[in-house]
């Protein structure tokens, strides 16, 4: 990742950070769930914003001989911890929801209207931060996509608010705070998900571990191909370990097989971090891991 982009990631993640903290502050104020959940899904963009910006800064330290991969995995363990304290935003949204269904509370409108506007144009300008290289960086475009989501929620408040400011109905407010949560539920749902199949070291979604298999046992030379797993350090980064066997051949022969599977390995599936093992015969021992 260039300075460029490290630098663009910091002011997103700065101008997030502050704009969360007004949002959360104006909300309690004023009394609106809607801009209370809204900053809660304002938390989630500033996470991933900081995760992205301090994970591409800890990733350039070096591995060392007690941590041979690094600190890359720093970033999954943040993301689920955050997930889960979402979670539980979500919770004390909905409850309170349903509690001034019931009995409705005063709200001021013209703060939560002018915090909605204030939001929506912010992620506006996080989103304008984002986008110069969100094509081409795979980082920058799901950062790109959790603020455009951010300012439907910011929309959502801004229509509470009207609808305050010229009806005075507080049962807005309380739809709008349900919907906003659905959006967090459901984002964070999907953190939890992708941060599960890495600690899992589940096979990358965009990947087939079946293709993978036929295409090494379709190469010249390869008789059987066990012990194959495939997983991901962290998210975009797949790794690839696997048992060739190659009968009686000779050093050269063997290098050549190898060099073929990893040219085949990192243009057609993108997994660059390989081993492959090569045996004249198909092991037997415990740690080998059966045949696939």
Known sequence: MTTE??????WAFIFGLFLFCAELGVAWLAGSLALLADSGHLFLDVVALGLAYFGARFALRRPNSRYTYGFRRAEVLAAAL????????????????????AAPREIWATPTLAMGVVGFLGNIFMAFLLH?????????????????????GSLAVILAGLALVLFGKAWVDVAASFFIS???LFGAL??????????FEAVPEDLSFGEIAQTLRSLPGV???????VWSLVPGFPVLTAHLVLGNC???????????ARKVLSQRFGIEHVTLQVECAACEGFSCNGRN
């Open 223 to 229: 008789q059987e191909v066990h012990d194959l797993h």
């Open 5 to 10: 982009r490290i630098q663009r990631f910091r």
């Open 82 to 101: 955050n997930a889960f304290l979402l979670l539980l935003l979500v919770g004390f949204v909905v409850r309170e929801a349903w509690e001034r269904l």
């Open 250 to 260: 000779s050093l050269a022969e063997a290098d050549a097989v190898l060099s073929q």
């Open 182 to 184: 659905g959006i967090v």
């Open 132 to 152: 110069h290289h969100e094509n081409s960086d795979l980082n920058m475009r799901a950062a790109f996509l959790h603020v455009l989501g951010d300012a439907l």
């Open 190 to 199: 999907r953190v939890l998900r992708d941060a599960a199949r890495v600690l």
